[in-house]
Nanobody, 114 residues
Framework: QLQASGGGLVQAGGSLTLSCAASGTILSIADMGWFRQFPGSQRDLVAEITSGGVATVSDSVKGRFTISRDNNAKNTVYLQMNSLKAEDTSVYYC?????????WGQGTLVTVSS
C-alpha cells in the first residue's frame, strides 16, 4: 500500500527527490517518514512528518534533506535531498505509521557517486 519512487544514481553534490504515496483506506495516520538502511545495520530514521505537519530530520541530514507532504493528497510525502554525499548511498524506505499498524514501502536505492 506504499509506493516509493525517485531513487537513482546521482553525483556527489547533486539532488534527488523521493516520493511515497499510500493507496487504499488507512485510518488514523500518525505520521509518514523515510528511513535508510546500510548493509548489516538496522533501519535508521532520516526524516518524518506528522499528520499535523510537524517535521523531524535526523542530525546527519539536517540542512540538506527536507521532508514535506502533499497538501492535496495527504497520504503522499516527499524527501528532497540536496548536497548529496557518498555516505548517503543507501536503500531508502518509506514508512506510514497509523494508530493500528505500520506500513512499509518496498525501498528505493539511492547511489551517490563521489
Amino acid at each position: 500500500q506504499l509506493q516509493a519512487s525517485g531513487g537513482g544514481l546521482v553525483q556527489a553534490g547533486g539532488s534527488l527527490t523521493l516520493s511515497c504515496a499510500a493507496s487504499g483506506t488507512i485510518l488514523s495516520i500518525a505520521d509518514m517518514g523515510w528511513f535508510r538502511q546500510f548493509p548489516g545495520s538496522q533501519r535508521d530514521l532520516v526524516a518524518e512528518i506528522t499528520s499535523g505537519g510537524v517535521a523531524t530530520v535526523s542530525d546527519s541530514v539536517k540542512g540538506r534533506f527536507t521532508i514535506s507532504r502533499d497538501n492535496n493528497a495527504k497520504n503522499t510525502v516527499y524527501l528532497q535531498m540536496n548536497s548529496l554525499k557518498a555516505e548517503d548511498t543507501s536503500v531508502y524506505y518509506c514508512r506510514l505509521r497509523s494508530a493500528f499498524r505500520n506500513y512499509w514501502g518496498q525501498g528505493t536505492l539511492v547511489t551517490v557517486s563521489s
